[in-house]
């Protein structure tokens, strides 16, 4: 066993993942969470004593999760069951039909051939396969690898970073693609994956439709099973896993990490932590004075990503089919993003975004669980957030979803809202941001902070930090920061 001692700090995607590669190099790791569970934004609620995911509901790449058991001697079919899914998502407009969208490509161009004719799925299958380009270009040379510049990036991927189109916008490069407005609708929602506005985002994000076509998937259990199965994994390689922990302060002597504060007094000594956390709560003073100016700063503070307002419940459904992932689309997608960007406000003719989580395979015998969620504005502390500003919302997403068929018959015992409010107080000085800066201009990618703090002995991971939010960027970020600790530690060495 190495006798240095790691304090990780939140035990979300990226925290869990950091302290497992740690602790299967030999150091002793304490793993810090000030929630009750696992999991940080892959939250999980319980109604009516039926759990029901409330965080992210969508599996992509596999093969990243399939690499973090590896590395630990384990495997993912060990510890969770995860199902692939035919139908990706549908789609609703509600003067404009249905159209599900396939993991397998070439069934997705016919369903759109016959949705919006032959052109469109021709513009289809050009655009998947550019999609699959910058994916490659991307993957090895900027996702998994420590945070570059772009010359860097140029060096490593060996093109022109042209080629991956950071000066165009997702929206206008869908334009070149698609002359339908809902196909262009469609394919812009990718850029609230990491809450951004399609017609601000970069056309780089068209590597997510790449991305879902690869595979998406449901695990038993709901995806919170997948956060508890690393919890044990970590458990099992010796990691200390210590839930109800709230961390007041990151010690310093000299300028670097001696240590950690609890809550109510305790001082937990380290050689380094791994912080798996919203980088604005070093700025905000979350973790005391001394660590302030811990994350590096490029020019002015970004623009803070989409929140959101979601809704849990159990209850029955009627009129239109629902599948597992479905997207009611607003009839103005630009006064849609208009409202959420430019006036900081709920959106007055929101999309909706359901997951159906007893879908493909039944409807549930007492009513269904069902997640809905809109886009929010991450400011938890203006008028956005209030209660009128929510009822107003929740009309109008209702009364979109009836247009489009659908009728859920709302109990509200059976149902759970959280509100961008409500977001900040679980990820504190995130004014309900859930993906860290916007991904707004090809900037944006090179801003965001990377495993090395300006603090010797402090990292950072999570979905603030590079590569970015989701699922798996946020296991990566844990890998690349155990390997610049590790690294670190062998220079001393």
């Known amino acids: 066993m190495n006798s240095q001692r790691i304090a990780v700090i939140g035990a979300g995607m990226a925290g869990l993942v950091a302290a497992l590669e740690l602790a299967c190099r030999g150091l002793q790791v304490t793993l810090l969470e000030r929630a009750d569970t696992p999991g940080g934004k892959l939250r999980e609620l319980e109604i009516d004593g039926r759990r029901l995911d409330a965080g992210p509901t969508v599996l992509t790449l596999r093969e990243v999760f399939d690499e973090v058991f590896a590395r630990a001697g384990s495997t993912l079919a060990q510890h969770v069951m995860l199902r692939p899914l035919d139908v990706l998502a549908r789609h609703a407009w509600a003067d404009g039909g249905v159209l599900d969208l396939h993991a397998d490509a070439g069934r997705s161009a016919d369903a759109i051939g016959r949705f919006a004719g032959a052109a469109e799925a021709r513009g289809f299958i050009a655009f998947t396969r550019d999609a699959a380009r910058i994916h490659r270009t991307l993957d090895a040379s900027f996702m998994r690898a420590q945070r570059p510049d772009p010359l860097t990036l140029s060096l490593r991927a060996g093109v022109s970073i042209l080629g991956i189109r950071p000066f165009s916008t997702l929206w206008s490069s869908l334009c070149g ?57 970590c458990a099992q390689r ?42 604005s709560a070093l700025a905000a003073g979350c973790f005391g004075d001394a660590v302030r100016r811990a994350a590096p700063a490029d020019g002015p503070p970004p623009a803070r990503s989409l929140s959101a307002l979601t809704c849990n419940l159990v209850a029955e459904t009627h009129g239109f089919p629902l599948h597992r992932h479905n997207v009611f689309f607003s009839s103005d997608y630009a006064a849609e993003f208009n409202d959420l960007m430019q006036h900081h406000r709920l959106p007055r003719r929101p999309t909706v975004y359901i997951c159906a989580q007893d879908r493909p395979d039944g409807d549930g015998e007492h009513g269904e669980r069902l997640f809905c969620l809109v886009n929010a504005p991450a400011d938890a502390g203006r008028a956005s957030a209030d209660d009128a500003a929510v009822h107003r919302c929740a009309r109008a997403a209702r009364a979109l979803l009836a247009r489009c068929g659908l009728r859920i018959d709302l109990d509200p015992a059976r149902c759970q809202v959280t509100t961008p409010r409500d977001f900040d107080r679980l990820f504190p000085a995130s004014a309900g941001a859930l993906y860290g800066a916007a991904s707004h201009g090809w900037r944006a990618a090179f801003r965001r902070p990377g495993a090395r703090s300006r603090v010797p002995g402090l990292y950072l991971a999570g979905g603030s930090v590079h590569p970015g939010p989701g699922l798996p960027m946020a296991a990566l970020s844990g890998q690349l920061a155990a390997a610049c600790l590790l690294d670190d530690i062998g220079r001393k060495t």
């Not at 399609?198 to 879902?212: D, I, K, N, Y």
């Not at 002597?253 to 791994?274: K, N």
């Open 238 to 279: 010796g990691v200390t896993l210590r839930y109800g922990s709230h961390v007041e302060r990151i010690a310093l002597r000299a300028g670097r990490v001696t240590g950690i504060e609890l809550a109510g007094g305790e001082t937990l000594p380290c050689d380094a932590v791994v912080l798996n956390g919203d980088v």
């Open 177 to 233: 693609y698609f002359r339908d407005h809902r196909l262009r609708q469609l394919f812009g929602r990718y850029a609230t994956y990491c809450g951004s506005s399609p017609f601000e985002a970069p056309a780089t994000l068209m590597l997510v439709a790449h991305v879902e076509q690869r595979g998406v998937w449901t695990v038993d259990g709901g995806l919170h099973a997948l956060a508890r199965a690393l919890a044990t994994l």
